[in-house]
T-cell receptor
Framework: DAKTTQPPSMDCAEGRAANLPCNHS???????VYWYRQIHSQGPQYIIH???NNETNEMASLIITEDRKSSTLILPHATLRDTAVYYC????????????FGAGTTVTVRA | GAVVSQHPSWVICKSGTSVKIECRSL??????MFWYRQFPKQSLMLMAT?????????EQGVEKDKFLINHASLTLSTLTVTSAHPEDSSFYIC???????????FGPGTRLTVL
C-alpha cells in the first residue's frame, strides 16, 4: 500500500467548508484514494473514492491533484455530526485487498 | 450504501469463556469479509481476512486458534474469541467489499468486555 500522511487534527466551524488534506506521494497508477470516517464508538463509514478525476457525492467532494500525489476531502457545510476521525487510504480496487488504517485526522466541528 | 450488521453490539463475559460475533452483509453477497480490532484511542488493526468456503487468512501476530473465523455463506462470517481473557477486551469490527471499486462497508462494531 502507498502510505498516506494526514494532519493529526483540525477544527472547523459549523456551517463552513472543511478541507481535509492527504498526501500520498508514492501512490501507484492502479491505486485509488478512499476516504472513510469513524464517529466515536461506531464502525467506519465509507465517504468517497476516486482514481484521478474529482468526485462528488451527497456527503463530500474529493479533489485529486493532477500528479495524484495528494488529495483533499471537502465537507461543504460541516455540521456537529461531522465530528469524527477521517481516514485517507490508498489501495488497489480488488475485493480481497486489505485496508490499512493510519492514525487519520481528528476533525472537531465547533458551533 | 450497502449495509453490514453485527451481532451482538456489546457483550460482557467471564474470563475463560468463548464469545461468538456475527457479521452479516444484508443487501449484498460477500465472498470476502475482514475483521478488525480497535483498542481505545487507537486506530483499527486488521486481524484477518475471511474467505467464503475456505480458511481465513490471519495477520501476523494474530492467533488463529484463539480467534476462530467461519465464513459459511456469502452473507455471514463469524468470529469466535475462544477462552477470552481481559486483554481481549476490545471493539471488534467487520467489513465487506462491494460496489464497482470494492468500496468497503463496515459493521457497527461489537464491544467485548472480558471480566
Amino acid at each position: 500500500d502507498a502510505k498516506t500522511t494526514q494532519p493529526p487534527s483540525m477544527d472547523c466551524a459549523e456551517g463552513r467548508a472543511a478541507n481535509l488534506p492527504c498526501n500520498h506521494s508514492t501512490i501507484s497508477g492502479n491505486e485509488y484514494v478512499y476516504w472513510y470516517r469513524q464517529i466515536h464508538s461506531q464502525g467506519p463509514q465509507y465517504i468517497i473514492h476516486g482514481l484521478k478525476n474529482n468526485e462528488t457525492n451527497e456527503m463530500a467532494s474529493l479533489i485529486i491533484t493532477e500528479d495524484r500525489k495528494s488529495s483533499t476531502l471537502i465537507l461543504p457545510h460541516a455540521t456537529l455530526r461531522d465530528t469524527a476521525v477521517y481516514y485517507c487510504i490508498v489501495r488497489v480496487a480488488t475485493n480481497d485487498y486489505k485496508l490499512s488504517f493510519g492514525a487519520g485526522t481528528t476533525v472537531t466541528v465547533r458551533a | 450504501g450497502a449495509v453490514v450488521s453485527q451481532h451482538p453490539s456489546w457483550v460482557i463475559c467471564k474470563s475463560g469463556t468463548s464469545v461468538k460475533i456475527e457479521c452479516r452483509s444484508l443487501d449484498f453477497q460477500a465472498t470476502t469479509m475482514f475483521w478488525y480490532r480497535q483498542f481505545p484511542k487507537q486506530s483499527l488493526m486488521l486481524m484477518a481476512t475471511s474467505n467464503e468456503g475456505s480458511k481465513a487468512t490471519y495477520e501476523q501476530g494474530v492467533e488463529k486458534d484463539k480467534f476462530l473465523i467461519n465464513h459459511a455463506s456469502l452473507t455471514l462470517s463469524t468470529l469466535t474469541v475462544t477462552s477470552a481473557h481481559p486483554e481481549d477486551s476490545s471493539f471488534y469490527i467487520c467489513s465487506a467489499p462491494t460496489g464497482l471499486h470494492n468500496e468497503q462497508f463496515f459493521g457497527p462494531g461489537t464491544r467485548l468486555t472480558v471480566l
